[in-house]
């Protein structure tokens, strides 16, 4: 297992391709959110390094697709298990390049890596094909599914590995070989997983790492005409750009995009659950998560009683030292980032909204080694019209806007009312309006009295500009999979 730097020296990291790790000429600086100091250099990779992935992918895909599903299966077990082992080096280090506690990553992000393996690695040996029988002709029709080949797949920077191994572990398990473009804001996991690969029994070629940003890297596979399908999960912007990359060789596309989530909470909630559970749906990661909550709709009978409620919880919810247990929040994932998150709460001021808690309201106090991270305290906002940008855009970011509705015909209005379709939560006693209001929000997972509860075999995705597909146990073996159907007259 690789040591991970101390303050004093740097991570230099390596492309992985073809079972070995290949140093490259051009680097990056990716930064330790908690400090905004350099934490490692990552490749930054182009057209070149992207050709030697896809090439050793190619060249690993006939051994690897002919491997019954059961002996891949026992391969990804492996090194679930061996990154298991090791579950203390990764929450560490996911915490150092991204942002978040150490305590989320440690409870969250690694356990979620490891269950991503072991699922499909199960979850593949229990799918079934279609067979009819057309007896009157003497024909019998029966379908095989067959893995497409090398999948290009890009993963983002605010659950790096649990979403880089939410989208390796089913295409390895239905046989295909992939190449893999993380964030070049946090590399660190997935080239500690590399190092495993190895020792977990992973032929040479079938899991290939290029690190490098998008225009760079992530544009010469998306565009690569021997990377038939391509994974991506991100910004509504670069999917586009992806879609019209892949346009002219017809590549299978999964896009999982942003969200602007709404929360809705009817006067029949159970309000004390209904407030604890929102200030975590808004707030966890740094609100960095593409389902937290943006946009809380509270029936105007309760709204100044969830309110108060709402903000005092929200001003209990701790954010410093990703290092610090009793932390909720640690720092945003950069400068940049931190900038657009507070532009939001500027532009809200400046239109007249009032900003209760958090950006500007209330004092943050960071240990002296932390003074140059990009920390952000939750920030709750009342009165955003819901025309305005901050009420619109996904912000991504520990800011949440609050406003009251009369009826449920208005709230499904309101919820409905942007670009974005990924998920909703719904608080309410009244179980004929839970199954209303969960048919009519236009989101592609609806909460009731939850959130986050995931069972993994059930689709996992957005409408309108939330994405496109699903991911899941039978959508993300469909996608890494091409059907065919055979006739037998007999």
């Not at 500690?192 to 029994?201: R, T, V």
Request: net charge negative.
């Amino acid at each position: 297992m690789p040591k991970t730097a101390d303050h004093r020296t740097h991570l230099v990291l390596e492309n992985y391709i073809g079972g070995k790790f290949v140093p490259c000429s051009r680097h990056i600086d990716s930064y330790d959110p908690s400090t905004g100091e350099v934490y490692c250099k990552v490749p930054d990779s182009g057209k070149d390094e992207v050709e030697a992935a896809v090439q050793a992918a190619r060249e690993a895909f006939p051994d690897w697709s002919a491997r019954s599903p059961a002996e891949r299966g026992q391969v990804m077990n492996k090194l679930a298990d061996l990154m298991e082992a090791h579950l203390e080096e990764f929450a560490q280090a996911e915490s150092r390049d991204q942002g978040k506690t150490v305590t989320f990553a440690r409870t969250v992000d690694i356990p979620r890596s490891v269950y991503n393996l072991r699922f499909f690695a199960s979850s593949v040996l229990h799918h079934t094909t279609d067979c009819s029988t057309m007896d009157h002709i003497g024909c019998v029709n029966y379908t095989v599914r067959s893995p497409v080949g090398v999948a290009g797949l890009i993963s983002p920077w605010n659950l790096p590995l649990y979403l880089l191994t939410w989208k390796i572990a089913p295409a390895v398990a239905t046989g295909n070989t992939v190449v893999a473009k993380p964030s070049e804001m946090t590399s660190v996991t997935a080239w500690m997983m590399c190092e495993l690969l190895e020792e977990a029994g992973f032929p040479p070629g079938v899991v290939n790492v290029v690190f490098g940003t998008g225009p760079r890297a992530g544009d010469a596979l998306v565009g690569h005409p021997d990377v038939p399908l391509v994974s991506f999960t991100g910004s509504t912007a670069t999917a586009q750009r992806i879609t019209e990359r892949s346009a002219p060789f017809c590549k299978k596309l999964s896009l999982e995009l942003g969200g602007k989530n709404p929360a809705i909470i009817f006067s029949d909630a159970d309000l004390d659950q209904a407030v604890t559970t929102t200030v975590r749906s808004s707030f966890s990661n740094q609100g960095e998560i593409c389902l937290c909550t943006s946009r809380i709709y509270v029936e105007r009978s309760i709204y100044p009683e969830f309110l108060k409620r709402f903000v005092a919880a929200t001003r209990e919810w701790k954010t410093g030292a990703p290092s610090d247990p009793d932390n909720n929040n640690g720092a945003l994932v950069s400068r940049e980032h931190l900038e657009k998150v507070r532009s939001f709460v500027t532009l809200a001021r400046s239109e007249g909204a009032t900003v209760l808690c958090g950006e500007g309201e209330d004092p943050l106090v960071l240990p002296e080694c932390n003074t140059g991270g990009y920390f952000m305290r939750p920030t709750v906002i009342t009165g955003v019209a819901e025309s305005s940008r901050v009420m619109q855009d996904e912000i991504f970011g520990p800011v949440v806007c609050v406003n009251p509705f009369d009826g449920e015909a208005e709230a499904v209005a309101k919820g409905n009312g942007v670009r974005y379709g990924l998920a909703a939560t719904v608080w309410t006693r009244d179980v004929g309006r839970v199954h209303r209001v969960a048919r009519r929000l236009e989101a592609g997972l609806v909460w009731t009295n939850c959130w986050l509860v995931r069972d993994l075999n059930l689709p996992f995705g957005g409408m309108k500009n939330s994405g496109v597909g699903r991911e899941g146990g039978r959508d993300s073996y469909h996608f890494f999979t091409e059907v065919k159907t055979i006739t037998v007259k007999h």
